[in-house]
């Protein structure tokens, strides 16, 4: 009976080396390489993956072979020569002595990583379900008509990044998978594709309710110096969730080649009443994730947390005034190279829906931006008018903007509106406010003695002062401490 009990125990265990080694010497690409997938253009591309200890492993796109030697725990990469844009489909063959895969229809274009939380998470099925006013043309549709074969998607699922057999993460539009898609990715790859004439490819990783700790490892905060050197301040704590999603939709992803960031986040963050705390965690999170792709100057482009009723809360300390002092502490990452805060003070039509419904204009100008500034194919600004300086002439704040392009104006032709002005007692008055020589004017009559400028402070403020793109001003203090501390 041992006997017996010995040899099953010896065939078992044979079972599970075999197996382990079969699996071990398989030629494995990770999830994000598959069919239909869009690698970046102009830039070297990694293609990596895991093999046979000591294999040699040959990539061939289009008409050029690469070769490398799996290391001793099988991990191997190497770089394709910058590439050409081209709508043509190709295939990518990655091979061995023992094993070879295939990826079809391989296109070269542009391509963007999406993250954040709800608002990025927004499916495009939801869109079907909308009910446009009367006049307005909204893209109920969009999900039926959808059929450019030149952009391509990627859902990063949380559990389902673990490299395997099947190579089928990347889809054409046209698939039923994309009601699934994030509509802010989508309608920006929309516009993008239609304005470049490339392919575009855009990934999706978004997870609702998420705060912005879990997109990075804890280091990341680390090596920050306001967390690292945070002493007794709550404020400077680093969350216990801090990189539950980096791990598992971010990491994977490294390093396949890019052209830059969009970022949805912040509600849950808004929610804790976060100031300057998060400003730092967003610096954390460009840098490290710069810092991953071996790239300081990926384009970080970010979108204003909508406005919402966050005063209407009846569990938590909120006024009216809560959600621009977070405004106020996006904007002071503008200080970061390459990045640039799209408005959305004009685009949710019901303040008390945390979730607006208007995507596609919050993805039109992300695509804005990149053709702005990041492409250099459009001569708008590639953002609002973003407060610059203060200058104090008698009872009168003369301001001064960044990103005025061909001048400020009133979007809608009446005066400028959600302009105040403090007293010496800190008192906020309505104030008048004109364009003179492209810079505003604001004074208001019954302050002799004017200390500070305030412009829509309020989660409810819907300002008609735009640039010349028609782009939206963003809310700000000329007293802004957050900004100024900033660094």
Excluded at 177 to 199: C, D, G, I, M, T
Aim: aromatic share 12%.
């Amino acid at each position: 009976m041992t006997g017996e009990k010995t040899r099953k125990g010896i065939i078992l265990l044979f079972m599970i080396l075999t197996t382990n080694m079969a699996a071990y010497a398989t030629l494995v690409l990770p999830k994000i390489f598959s069919n239909n997938m869009v690698l970046q253009q102009g830039v070297p591309v990694a293609v990596w993956g895991t093999s046979r200890p000591g294999a040699k492993v040959t990539v061939t796109f289009k008409h050029e072979v690469k070769a490398v030697v799996a290391d001793d725990k099988g991990q191997w990469k190497l770089f394709l020569k910058p590439l050409k844009a081209s709508g043509k489909p190709a295939v990518l063959n990655v091979a061995t002595t023992t094993d070879t895969l295939q990826l079809n229809n391989v296109l070269v274009g542009e391509v963007w990583l999406c993250s954040g939380q709800s608002n990025m998470e927004f499916a495009m099925r939801k869109l079907a379900k909308l009910q446009p006013p009367a006049g307005e043309h909204w893209p109920v549709n969009e999900v039926a008509t959808a059929n450019n074969n030149l952009i391509r998607t990627f859902l990063v699922e949380r559990k389902k990044m673990e490299p395997g057999e099947q190579h089928d993460g990347w889809i054409n539009i046209d698939n039923p998978a994309f009601r699934n898609f994030s509509a802010v990715a989508y309608f920006f790859a929309k516009e993008l594709q239609q304005r470049l004439h490339v392919p575009v490819g855009v990934i999706s990783a978004a997870i609702p309710g998420s705060a912005i700790e879990p997109w990075m490892p804890a280091e990341a905060m680390f090596q920050e110096p306001f967390f690292r050197h945070a002493g007794g301040d709550p404020a400077r704590k680093i969350s216990g969730d801090a990189g539950k999603f980096y791990y598992t939709m971010i990491e994977p992803l490294i390093p396949f080649a890019i052209k830059g960031f969009l970022w949805c986040q912040g509600e849950s963050n808004c929610f804790l009443n976060e100031r300057i705390e998060y400003s730092y965690k967003m610096k954390a999170l460009i840098n490290y994730w710069r810092e991953k792709w071996n790239n300081s100057q990926l384009p970080f482009y970010y979108v204003q947390i909508a406005p919402y009723f966050y005063s209407k809360a009846t569990d938590r300390p909120y006024t009216v005034f809560s959600e621009p002092a977070f405004w106020e502490a996006q904007a002071a990452v503008l200080k970061m190279p390459h990045t640039l805060m799209i408005a959305t003070t004009d685009l949710n039509t019901d303040l008390a829906d945390l979730h607006p419904v208007n995507k596609w204009d919050v993805g039109q100008r992300l695509a804005h931006a990149a053709l702005s500034k990041t492409y250099k194919a459009d001569n708008r600004p590639p953002m609002g008018p973003v407060f610059k300086s203060a200058l104090k002439q008698g009872n009168t704040f003369i301001l001064d903007f960044d990103y005025k392009g061909k001048g400020l104006k009133s979007k809608d032709g009446q005066p400028l509106n959600f302009f105040e002005v403090a007293d010496v007692n800190g008192d906020y008055h309505e104030a008048e406010a004109r364009i003179k020589d492209n810079k505003i004017y604001v004074y208001a009559k019954d302050v002799t003695h004017p200390y500070d400028v305030r412009f829509g402070w309020r989660e409810d403020a819907d300002p008609n002062l735009v640039n010349s793109a028609g782009l939206p001003a963003l809310p700000f203090r000329t007293n802004n401490p957050i900004i100024d501390n900033f660094n």
